[in-house]
């Protein structure tokens, strides 16, 4: 079975644990603190999870995330992680991360940032968009239910939301157009990295990410994006 490394343990990475296990993925997780401090998390999420610690995480991983904000300097596992398909959820919020000159003047986007952390690593921006907690405000007791859970829906349904893409290595982008069809959402590939702007806080599709958005939504609301330059 396939061995997901969630690097980062808080909303997103504890939830995308939940979804995963519940796909048949067998999944290590680590946080900055220490696997002992994920000893409740991995007791509720059963027999296919284990807490590591991040380089032990991303060593066992086939695939990874590294589901944390996005610091220059930071220390990563650059080794244990090389030649792998790391995914990128991470999101560019000025009144969380501070500014970053690249960023604001256009020169690249924050994924073309964590690709430059990774050089040997095939970064992957997903999971961007879909939310990991409940819906605000609450309108019936299913929006309890993080956006993952609650939008997700088998391959072919009527109702099928999509989410997005964006890498500059093509088998990333195929690894996880097949990673959301197991967790119940169709892809649209917005490649390469320096694209990936379009999906960014603020664009027209991430207004529109609360209730989901069909394929064609998504495509079309990407297009609509116009790119903001400090
Ligand atoms: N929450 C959502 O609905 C959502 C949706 C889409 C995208 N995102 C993106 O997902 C990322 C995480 O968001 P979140 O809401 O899950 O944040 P969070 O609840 O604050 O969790 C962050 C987690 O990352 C861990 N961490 C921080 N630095 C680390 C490092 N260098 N190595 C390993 N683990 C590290 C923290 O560990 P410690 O607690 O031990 O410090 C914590 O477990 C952000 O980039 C966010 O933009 C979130």
């Known amino acids: 079975m396939t061995t997901f490394g969630i690097l980062g343990a808080g909303q997103a990475g504890a939830t995308l644990a939940r979804v995963s296990v519940d796909a048949g993925y067998d999944v290590v997780i680590a946080n900055s603190r ?19 610690t991040v380089s032990e995480a991303a060593a066992a991983a086939d695939f990874a995330i590294l589901a944390f904000p996005y610091v220059p300097g930071t220390r990563l596992p650059v080794e244990d992680l090389a030649g792998k398909v790391v995914i990128d959820n ?4 000025v ?13 690249k986007t924050v994924h073309e940032l964590r690709q430059e952390q990774l ?36 391959a072919g349904a009527p109702d099928r939301k999509a989410l997005v893409v964006s890498s500059d290595h093509p088998e990333a982008v195929e690894f996880v157009t097949a990673f959301y069809d197991d967790l119940g959402f169709d892809a649209v590939d917005n ?29 079309a609301n990407l297009k609509r994006a116009e790119r903001v330059i400090a």
């Open 34 to 52: 220490g696997p002992e401090t994920l000893a409740g998390l991995v007791r509720e999420l059963g027999p296919k999870a284990r807490a590591a």
């Open 90 to 93: 991470n999101n560019y919020m």
């Open 95 to 107: 009144w969380r991360d501070g500014h970053y000159p690249e960023v604001d003047s256009g020169q």
């Open 119 to 154: 050089p040997a690593s095939k970064i992957v921006k997903a999971f961007s968009h879909v939310q990991f907690h409940e819906r605000h405000p609450i309108r019936v007791p299913s929006d309890r239910l993080p956006a993952i859970v609650r939008l997700a829906w088998p």
């Open 191 to 219: 490649s390469p990295l320096s694209e990936s702007w379009r999906s960014a806080p603020g664009t027209p599709m991430w207004k529109g990410s609360v209730d989901g958005q069909s394929r064609d939504e998504l495509i």
